[in-house]
């Protein structure tokens, strides 16, 4: 298949889910009457291995004419439409992008570094959290696959709009979004399925929660109820620190409505790690094992952010704890979001405290979707075929599937804008992106807040920048590599 923009301010393609049998041999949608540039892809229906030589994004007006070249196979093929623009939606679109099973990659809104990368043709007009312009995009474009990478359009309904419209989607309903939604809604699920989690209570009240807090003593942990783009946790390690991130989140409500309640829990020392499983409503398979580092400073200091850095496997997880999180925390969690009525499908994200005390774990927390910068060590692992995959669970046939990943290890660090996580520098221009990529095999830079300025120069626009992602034999060559 060679595919060329005929008319477009952007590089793009456009394939069908039908086989190519299917299709005329040329065809042309849309229309534009701008252009800065073309671009030719090709698309080799045997190996799914495609190559360009230029760039960046368009809009859904674009004309593309497109030429199909009929091989007559069988396997079932997918266009996939990424949501979000982040470093976890880059490695999503690069996983995909390898997927045989995968015709094109869709990311919108993407960035300027999923753009340039050929991993997804980046759509920045398209309103993620207006279902039906979604939906309407979905149908123009002949998508087969919704993967919905940020927590926020989920909790919104996204996933429950395109369902209802037969679109597969890979991400759960808002009704089971809640599980990252609300902590208190996730307290309450553990409670009541018997899942192990830290000790906790929930308030709406500053003075209640202090005076819990002067009960409990420190050290102690602060959690605003809602989202709060991962900066709504505060580990107090005196009594003095705890009643200080009370009051912001209570009293000042600098979280909006996702601070108006708090979960003040206990301290669990112990290692911290992140266990991912794919879930299809009624069965679940796990992802390889990942541990990240929250905290801004090295020697895991300072506030805590969205993760600086992530490592996979885990040396922590191993085969037997990885079986007892799936047969105590998991599995016992599907089965409880199916008894309540609203059915997980998506990748389910814990996590989890390896118990000092005891070493077994326990959840602290439930992510919705693939953590950041966990996803990005964990795709540049797989070898299996990701659309597929992602299609068994929307179909609720994970029970077939098996995952196969590269042997060795997988490390990245997290290139953060000065000040971050607080105040930060904006419009800093990032050189040498290319040249950083070829300085060692192995090495992929997973692009998080990038956009390009009126130069045309790389330049960073948010407080995680950029993932640099390694592989290696060890955890050690992947750290020296990154």
Same mark, same amino acid.
């Given at each position: 298949?060679?595919?060329?923009?005929?008319?477009?301010?952007?590089?793009?393609?456009?394939?069908?889910?039908?086989?190519?049998?299917?299709?005329?041999s040329?065809?042309?949608?849309?229309?534009?009457?701008?252009?800065v540039?073309?671009?030719?892809?090709?698309?080799?229906?045997?190996?799914?291995?495609w190559?360009?030589?230029a760039?960046?994004?368009?809009?859904?007006?674009?004309?593309?004419?497109?030429?199909?070249?009929?091989?007559g196979?069988?396997?079932?093929?997918?266009?996939?439409?990424?949501?979000g623009?982040?470093?976890?939606?880059?490695?999503?679109?690069?996983?995909?992008?390898?997927?045989?099973?995968?015709?094109?990659?869709?990311?919108?809104?993407?960035?300027?570094?999923?753009?340039?990368?050929?991993?997804?043709?980046?759509?920045?007009?398209?309103?993620?959290?207006?279902?039906?312009?979604?939906?309407?995009?979905?149908?123009?474009?002949?998508?087969?696959?919704?993967?919905?990478?940020?927590?926020?359009?989920?909790?919104?309904?996204?996933?429950?709009?395109?369902?209802?419209?037969?679109?597969?989607?890979?991400?759960?309903?808002?009704?089971?979004a809640?599980?990252?939604?609300?902590?208190?809604?996730? /307290?309450?699920?553990?409670?009541?399925?018997?899942?192990?989690?830290?000790?906790?209570q929930?308030?709406?009240?500053?003075?209640?929660?202090?005076?819990?807090?002067?009960?409990?003593?420190?050290?102690?942990?602060?959690?605003?109820?809602?989202?709060?783009?991962?900066?709504?946790?505060?580990?107090?390690?005196?009594?003095e620190?705890?009643?200080?991130?009370?009051?912001?989140m209570?009293?000042?409500?600098?979280?909006?409505?996702?601070?108006?309640?708090?979960?003040?829990?206990?301290?669990?020392?112990?290692?911290?790690?992140?266990?991912?499983?794919?879930?299809?409503?009624?069965?679940?398979?796990?992802?390889?094992?990942?541990?990240?580092?929250?905290?801004?400073?090295?020697?895991?200091?300072?506030?805590?952010?969205?993760g600086?850095?992530?490592?996979?496997?885990?040396?922590?997880?191993?085969?037997?704890?990885?079986?007892?999180?799936?047969?105590?925390?998991?599995?016992p969690?599907?089965?409880?979001?199916?008894?309540?009525?609203?059915?997980?499908?998506?990748?389910?994200?814990?996590?989890?405290?390896?118990?000092?005390?005891?070493g077994?774990?326990?959840?602290?927390?439930?992510?919705?979707?693939?953590?950041?910068?966990?996803?990005?060590?964990?795709?540049?692992?797989?070898?299996?075929?990701?659309? /597929?995959?992602?299609?068994?669970?929307?179909?609720?046939?994970?029970?077939?599937v098996?995952?196969?990943?590269?042997?060795?290890?997988?490390?990245?660090?997290?290139m953060?804008?000065?000040?971050?996580?607080?105040?930060?520098?904006?419009?800093?221009v990032?050189?040498?992106?290319?040249?950083?990529?070829?300085?060692?095999?192995?090495?992929?830079?997973?692009?998080?807040?990038?956009?390009?300025?009126?130069?045309?120069?790389?330049?960073?626009?948010?407080?995680?920048?950029?993932?640099?992602?390694? /592989?290696?034999?060890?955890?050690?060559?992947a750290?020296?590599?990154?």
């Amino acid at each position: 298949m060679t595919i060329k923009p005929a008319s477009a301010r952007f590089s793009g393609i456009f394939a069908s889910q039908f086989h190519s049998s299917a299709l005329p041999s040329r065809l042309v949608l849309g229309s534009s009457s701008s252009c800065v540039g073309t671009l030719s892809l090709s698309i080799n229906h045997h190996s799914s291995r495609w190559s360009s030589t230029a760039f960046t994004c368009f809009s859904q007006t674009s004309e593309l004419s497109v030429s199909v070249d009929t091989y007559g196979s069988n396997t079932e093929r997918v266009v996939v439409l990424v949501i979000g623009g982040g470093g976890r939606e880059h490695a999503l679109c690069y996983a995909l992008q390898r997927s045989p099973s995968c015709d094109a990659v869709f990311c919108a809104p993407g960035n300027a570094g999923i753009s340039t990368s050929g991993n997804a043709t980046c759509i920045l007009d398209l309103d993620i959290f207006d279902s039906s312009a979604v939906i309407s995009f979905c149908r123009k474009w002949g998508v087969g696959l919704v993967v919905v990478g940020p927590e926020a359009p989920l909790v919104a309904g996204l996933a429950n709009d395109l369902v209802t419209a037969g679109i597969p989607t890979f991400g759960p309903s808002a009704e089971a979004a809640a599980l990252e939604g609300s902590k208190d809604f996730m /307290k309450t699920i553990c409670h009541k399925y018997g899942i192990p989690t830290a000790k906790y209570q929930t308030f709406s009240d500053a003075l209640a929660a202090k005076q819990y807090i002067k009960e409990q003593g420190a050290p102690i942990v602060i959690k605003a109820d809602g989202l709060a783009a991962g900066k709504g946790v505060a580990v107090a390690t005196t009594l003095e620190e705890a009643y200080n991130a009370v009051d912001p989140m209570l009293v000042e409500g600098i979280f909006g409505s996702a601070g108006y309640r708090v979960i003040v829990e206990e301290f669990v020392e112990g290692e911290k790690a992140s266990f991912f499983a794919l879930v299809d409503g009624e069965n679940a398979i796990p992802l390889e094992s990942a541990q990240d580092y929250k905290r801004v400073g090295d020697g895991d200091t300072g506030p805590n952010t969205g993760g600086m850095g992530a490592y996979s496997p885990a040396p922590v997880l191993t085969k037997e704890l990885q079986n007892v999180v799936m047969e105590s925390i998991i599995l016992p969690t599907v089965k409880g979001m199916s008894m309540e009525g609203c059915k997980f499908v998506g990748v389910l994200y814990a996590g989890l405290m390896i118990d000092k005390k005891s070493g077994l774990p326990k959840l602290i927390e439930y992510n919705i979707r693939f953590g950041d910068p966990e996803c990005q060590v964990l795709m540049v692992r797989l070898e299996s075929d990701l659309a /597929k995959v992602m299609l068994a669970a929307c179909r609720g046939e994970l029970k077939r599937v098996s995952l196969k990943w590269s042997p060795g290890s997988a490390m990245v660090v997290v290139m953060a804008s000065k000040g971050y996580p607080g105040s930060y520098e904006k419009e800093t221009v990032i050189r040498n992106l290319e040249e950083a990529e070829c300085v060692a095999p192995a090495v992929k830079v997973f692009h998080a807040g990038t956009a390009f300025d009126s130069d045309g120069n790389f330049i960073a626009t948010g407080g995680r920048v950029l993932g640099i992602t390694a /592989k290696g034999r060890d955890l050690e060559e992947a750290r020296d590599k990154a």
